[in-house]
């Protein structure tokens, strides 16, 4: 572990044409201590965070990217508190970056966290009002542009998915109390009014798995230097797939979770009726047991029986959260009221709907030749997976393809791979509406 305070190390001359990304916050507190600005630069030899204060900056840093991946830059010096986001500069030297209020209340922290074991620097700002985080590597550009799909080129919208830092209110940290209550999941966002515009357009409910303490599968191998947890990766595909049904204009989403936070399954589907969801599609990577070749994408809904093969059992209980300790008593609680009550017949009458809602996506994903060449059968399948109980809209959950595999993998953390797969499930959408309601006009992308 490396820890300084305050050093200050001589910024490198770079050249090359600049791409500046610049993330506004949404608020500034006059003469109070608050992050103004923060930007990236993806420059050909390094890649450059700046932070700029409304005062000179105090800050720690604290290196862990050896055993755990990231390093952490804490600004000592700001009361502002902010909720935890994460931005994906989508660049092959930095995966991801998480901002949020130190989790002692008082300061901003700042995770980076690099692909592969690169090694980083502070140093001035144009102002003592400014500070810059540079990680020194090579850019790789092929990483953004390479194709894996033959048959689909990939477009990959210029404007980055840049999520909003939402400041709160500023509350203390709260004494040590003297029993350590049980820590409470944040709850998922409320529900929000929809207009008569809005309510034109259909709603979709994106659920990325996992998150928090869930961390779903791991990649077979290490890449980059580095393994890869589903959590993370589903959350890149369904901010993708959000960016792309904001841009159109017969549909709106919402996620179920925007950061790296547990939800609990039944919160998710709560969160889906109370904004009065038309579809809800959830996003996970699969997994196999023990060591095999299996590979592909599979669509799941909702079956009243449970597994009836080893590799099913598996993948029940990693998708209910049973590997959590308390989660599947709670759970199994939820799913015997709907089952033995009024809510069954509902939940059937949906499962036909989401048993359509899976055919539309297969249909899409066939006109893509690596999702086509792995099928000889169309893989919709059933399980009873807690997030698909929804009795209200037609529900499915989408495997994308197999983190056991060691070849699949390297596909499933690329990101033209992720742009592809939200484009054939937007696409997949719209082709389940115009099948179910002839007043809905679709709109495909290609
Ligand atoms: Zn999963």
Not at 3 to 29: D, E, M, N, Q, Y
Not at 36 to 59: D, G, K
Not at 183 to 205: C, N, Q, V
Not at 373 to 396: E, Q
């Given at each position: 572990m490396?820890?300084?305070?305050?050093?200050?190390?001589?910024?490198?001359?770079?050249?090359?044409i600049?791409?500046l990304?610049?993330?506004g916050?949404t608020?500034?507190?006059?003469?109070?201590?608050?992050?103004?600005?923060?930007?990236?630069e993806?420059l050909?030899?390094?890649?450059?965070?700046?932070?700029?204060?409304?005062?000179?900056?105090?800050?720690?840093?604290?290196?862990?990217?050896?055993?755990?991946?990231?390093?952490?830059?804490?600004?000592?010096?700001?009361?502002?508190?902010?909720?935890?986001?994460?931005?994906f500069?989508?660049?092959s030297?930095?995966?991801?970056?998480?901002?949020?209020?130190?989790?002692?209340?008082?300061g901003?922290?700042m995770?980076?966290?690099?692909?592969?074991?690169?090694?980083y620097?502070?140093?001035?700002?144009?102002?003592p009002?400014?500070?810059?985080i540079?990680?020194?590597?090579?850019?790789?550009?092929?990483?953004?542009?390479?194709?894996?799909?033959?048959?689909n080129?990939?477009?990959?919208?210029i404007?980055?998915?840049?999520p909003?830092l939402?400041?709160r209110?500023?509350?203390?940290?709260s004494?040590?109390?003297?029993?350590?209550?049980?820590?409470?999941?944040?709850p998922?966002?409320k529900?929000?009014?929809?207009?008569?515009?809005?309510?034109?357009?259909?709603?979709?409910?994106?659920?990325?798995?996992?998150?928090?303490?869930?961390l779903?599968?791991?990649?077979?191998?290490?890449?980059?230097g580095?393994h890869?947890?589903?959590?993370?990766?589903?959350?890149?595909?369904?901010?993708?797939?959000?960016?792309?049904?904001?841009?159109?204009?017969?549909l709106?989403?919402?996620?179920?979770?925007?950061?790296?936070?547990?939800?609990s399954?039944?919160?998710?589907?709560?969160?889906?009726q109370?904004?009065?969801?038309?579809y809800?599609?959830?996003?996970?990577?699969n997994?196999?047991?023990?060591?095999?070749?299996?590979?592909?994408?599979?669509?799941?809904?909702?079956?009243?029986?449970?597994?009836t093969?080893?590799?099913m059992?598996?993948l029940?209980?990693?998708?209910?959260?049973?590997?959590?300790?308390?989660?599947?008593?709670s759970?199994?609680?939820r799913l015997?009221?709907?089952?033995?009550?009024?809510?069954?017949?509902?939940?059937?009458?949906k499962?036909?709907?989401?048993?359509?809602?899976?055919?539309?996506?297969w249909q899409?994903?066939?006109?893509?030749?690596?999702?086509?060449?792995?099928?000889?059968t169309?893989?919709v399948?059933?399980?009873?997976?807690?997030?698909?109980?929804?009795?209200?809209?037609?529900?499915?959950?989408?495997?994308?393809?197999?983190?056991?595999?060691?070849?699949?993998?390297?596909?499933?953390?690329s990101?033209?791979?992720?742009?592809?797969t939200?484009?054939?499930?937007?696409n997949?959408?719209?082709?389940?509406?115009a099948?179910?309601?002839?007043?809905?006009?679709p709109?495909?992308?290609?």
């Amino acid at each position: 572990m490396r820890i300084s305070r305050k050093h200050k190390i001589p910024c490198f001359v770079f050249c090359g044409i600049c791409a500046l990304c610049f993330l506004g916050l949404t608020s500034l507190r006059a003469f109070a201590e608050s992050l103004s600005n923060l930007r990236w630069e993806s420059l050909p030899q390094a890649f450059i965070f700046h932070v700029s204060a409304a005062t000179p900056i105090r800050y720690v840093t604290e290196d862990f990217i050896d055993k755990e991946g990231f390093c952490i830059v804490d600004i000592l010096n700001v009361t502002q508190t902010y909720e935890t986001r994460s931005i994906f500069p989508e660049d092959s030297r930095i995966y991801k970056i998480e901002i949020a209020t130190n989790p002692n209340g008082r300061g901003v922290r700042m995770k980076f966290f690099p692909r592969g074991n690169l090694s980083y620097c502070i140093a001035a700002g144009d102002s003592p009002k400014a500070m810059k985080i540079i990680f020194s590597a090579p850019h790789d550009s092929s990483e953004n542009i390479k194709t894996v799909i033959t048959d689909n080129p990939v477009k990959t919208p210029i404007t980055p998915v840049l999520p909003r830092l939402t400041p709160r209110a500023f509350t203390p940290p709260s004494p040590p109390s003297i029993s350590t209550p049980a820590p409470t999941p944040p709850p998922p966002a409320k529900p929000i009014y929809r207009d008569a515009e809005s309510k034109k357009r259909k709603l979709i409910i994106i659920d990325p798995g996992h998150g928090g303490k869930s961390l779903g599968a791991r990649t077979a191998k290490k890449i980059k230097g580095k393994h890869y947890w589903e959590k993370d990766l589903v959350l890149s595909y369904a901010q993708k797939l959000k960016y792309l049904i904001d841009k159109s204009p017969n549909l709106t989403a919402l996620m179920t979770r925007n950061s790296d936070v547990y939800v609990s399954l039944g919160d998710r589907v709560d969160f889906a009726q109370k904004n009065e969801g038309d579809y809800f599609v959830s996003i996970h990577l699969n997994d196999a047991p023990k060591p095999s070749s299996a590979r592909g994408i599979e669509f799941f809904h909702w079956a009243d029986t449970g597994a009836t093969s080893a590799a099913m059992r598996y993948l029940e209980s990693l998708e209910n959260d049973q590997v959590l300790p308390k989660v599947s008593s709670s759970q199994d609680e939820r799913l015997k009221k709907i089952l033995t009550g009024m809510l069954k017949d509902a939940l059937e009458e949906k499962k036909i709907l989401s048993t359509g809602a899976c055919e539309s996506m297969w249909q899409s994903f066939q006109k893509n030749s690596y999702h086509r060449t792995h099928h000889r059968t169309p893989p919709v399948k059933s399980a009873r997976f807690a997030v698909l109980a929804n009795y209200a809209m037609p529900a499915i959950l989408i495997e994308v393809g197999f983190m056991s595999n060691s070849k699949e993998c390297e596909y499933l953390i690329s990101d033209s791979f992720q742009w592809t797969t939200a484009r054939l499930i937007y696409n997949g959408i719209q082709h389940y509406f115009a099948q179910e309601d002839a007043n809905f006009s679709p709109n495909y992308l290609n």
